[in-house]
């Protein structure tokens, strides 16, 4: 997209792309899921907690397309919910630690701050 972009801009050309995450249709979902399983799990990696809608999909794409996104050029838009960011992350499995776990981190942590300005 951005090659392209920057190649074929000054002829008014723009290229966009939608990077999509999970997004049920019964098309899709009963070949590659019959059983449910996959789309459970799918949940616990979308920071949204849901699943995209064919709807949001076309909105976004009608946007694109239109003249209101006449500036945006050589994007790749990830429409997931948050997925493919949370799956990059390093301390994206801290979304598993308890309030407890947390005040007991907290606890260390502010111990650990007063014994070095000593």
Known sequence: MKSLTSEWGRYGLRFNCIAPGPIETEGAF???????????????????????????????????????????????IAFDGGQYTYMAGSFSSLDKVTNDEWDSLEKLIRTSNKKSKL
């Not at 009963?30 to 995209?52: C, E, H, Q, V, W």
């Not at 709807?55 to 794409?61: D, F, G, Q, V």
């Open 30 to 76: 009963s070949r590659l899921d019959p059983t449910g399983n996959f789309k459970d799990a799918m949940y616990n990696r979308i920071p949204a907690g849901r699943l995209g809608e064919v709807e949001e999909l076309a909105n976004l794409a009608s946007y694109l397309v239109s003249d209101y996104s006449s500036w945006i050029a050589g994007e790749v």
